[in-house]
């Protein structure tokens, strides 16, 4: 039901943990649906210098997360704004279509990161211009994708 | 090193024995148990001798027998072909039955039939109180399982058969996971129809039987030639009714001995989790539950990852998270309970089989700590431990 790169990213997660002194924080998710990602983001010169993951949920969730870091790193603010819950999957070579929905958020908190990061600095006002509406932090759209 | 199956509950392998008596019937023995010549005589013989070898295990009489594809579609009988000749009225289940049972009885529902779910407490035992309350003047069937798949927890059947006579209901109960594992006597148990499969108890897949105590009536499900006094149509499985019959038989005859060391099992499994893991939460009644069930809540982590962990280590389990059900819903029964979603996305079971060791019980306590180490330090729920 995996791809072998989701099941790569699932036993051999990349980046996990928490990047000290975090710059941005974004969590998406809650424990009712059973999927928590929580991403944390360096900083430096409007590029990804470090992120790191922390997920509670299932093999689709561990594997967006790690994916989602390894895709951002080196990245401009600008440019990893741009990565999207979809490309996170298909960089992953798919994921069974039940996982889109509740799985597949580590875009989301990796935006919500980089808004964290842009509120902190003062700059909320580029937030919109950069990732556009944010994403909801506390659930998910069961509308998004649903072509899937 | 050789894979580790603990999911029984999912299906068991087919016993050799089994295997070897069902044999002759995919081959020379293929007569057609309706037919009157001799290979159709041999047939019928057989699916005869089956007949009886089930209604001995289970204390009926063998025209009290009817085979059918298997578990579900026993419930299905049982439920739509007991209440389909009635007027609609009142249906009693309890919250934590088989789907095989819950979704038939929320058909009934959407065909007119009114339905009571019973709750269970926190083992996951009915609670009488609310199951004889439930009860109306209308009430046609109660539905109660006997033992539950996914917690283990058997219910005193026996009680809610008697309560259900006593407001003039009849009785099912779901037996699917019981069947092989515990004693199970129909006269005992008091009960007006009882479901089984083949598969749960190293038979083969596609067969099961629903017992039928005389006297109840039914309507087929399945209409054609007449088949299992009229109730279900259609030429019998006999290699698959050859192979049930065989492995009820070897039930009965072993039962004393797999009872005691799947217990044995069970309890080193269960005290080995609950030692190894803070936190564990075990799931069902810690004694009135089925020989080698196993089931737990791991705070923190989600199913599927153990799960996914535990195969990549070489140990197959079951996990009652939304994900490994294929679902966007945490298991209903462990909800039911009283557990909490983000609880029961955790939960875990280990169902134990006769050919399992001790050894095997050992190599699980091995991986398992470790992976739930793993899983919990990269979960942004947990804080403790690091």
């Known amino acids: 039901m995996y791809t072998e790169l989701v099941m790569d990213h699932f036993s051999n997660p990349r980046n996990v943990g928490e990047v000290a002194d975090a710059d941005g924080v974004g969590q998406v998710g809650n424990p009712v649906c059973g999927d928590i990602m929580r991403i944390t983001i360096k900083v430096v010169d409007d590029a990804i210098e470090d992120a790191k993951f922390k997920t509670f949920g299932c093999g689709a969730a561990v594997a967006t997360s790690s994916m989602v870091t390894e895709m951002v790193m080196g990245k401009t603010l600008t440019e990893a704004a741009e990565i999207s819950n979809r490309a996170v999957a298909e960089a992953l070579g798919g994921l069974p279509p039940i996982k889109m929905h509740c799985s597949n958020l580590a875009a989301d908190a990796l935006h919500l990161a980089i808004a964290d990061y842009l509120t902190r600095s003062g700059r909320e006002d580029e937030v919109a211009e950069i990732i556009g509406p944010l994403p909801k932090g506390d659930g998910h759209e069961h509308d998004v994708e649903e072509d899937d | ?386």
């Open chain 2, 1 to 386: 090193m050789k894979p580790i199956y603990f999911d029984h509950a999912a299906t068991t392998p087919v016993d050799t024995r089994v295997l070897e008596a069902m044999m002759p019937f995919f081959g020379e023995r293929y007569g057609n148990p309706s037919e009157l010549h001799g290979l159709g005589r041999e047939g019928r013989r057989a699916v005869e001798a089956a007949r009886a070898a089930v209604a001995a295990a289970l204390g009926a009489e063998e025209r009290e027998i009817v085979f059918t594809s298997g578990g579900t579609e026993a419930d299905n009988l049982a439920l739509v072909g007991y209440l389909e000749r009635l007027e609609p009225g009142h249906l009693i289940v309890s919250a934590i039955e088989h789907a095989a049972v819950m979704e038939t009885a929320k058909a009934l529902k959407r065909r007119g039939w009114s339905l009571g779910i019973v709750p269970v407490d926190r083992d996951g035992l009915i609670d009488l109180d609310a199951y004889e309350a439930a009860f109306c003047p209308d009430t046609r069937l109660a539905s109660v399982m006997l033992a539950n798949n996914v917690v283990g927890t058997v219910q005193p059947v026996a009680e809610l058969a008697r309560i259900a006579h006593e407001h003039g209901a009849a009785f099912h109960t779901d037996a699917v996971q019981a069947v092989g594992a515990l004693p199970v006597d129909v006269e005992d148990l008091g009960v007006d129809l009882l479901s089984l499969s083949g598969h749960k108890l190293y038979g083969p897949k596609g067969v099961g039987a629903l017992y039928v105590r005389r006297g109840t009536r039914l309507v087929p499900l399945m209409h054609g030639g007449g088949h299992e006094h009229r109730l279900r149509s259609g030429t019998e499985n006999v290699p698959g009714i050859v192979g049930l019959g065989t492995a009820m038989s070897l039930a009965v005859q072993e039962m004393p001995e797999r009872q005691a060391r799947l217990v044995s099992l069970r309890e080193r499994l269960a005290d080995g989790v609950l030692a190894a893991i803070p936190e564990v939460a075990y799931l069902g009644h810690r004694t009135q539950r089925l020989p080698g069930n196993v089931a737990f809540t791991v705070p923190y982590v989600e199913g599927e990852s153990m799960l996914l962990q535990l195969d990549q280590a070489g140990v197959m389990v079951a996990s009652g998270s939304a994900c490994a059900s294929g679902s966007l819903e945490p298991s209903h029964v462990i909800l039911a309970l009283g557990y909490r979603p983000e609880e029961a996305h955790g939960s875990v079971r280990a169902s134990l089989g006769t050919e399992n060791t001790e050894a095997e019980v050992d190599r699980f306590l091995e991986v398992f700590p470790p992976i739930v180490e793993k899983l919990r330090a990269m979960s942004p729920l947990y804080h403790g431990g690091a």
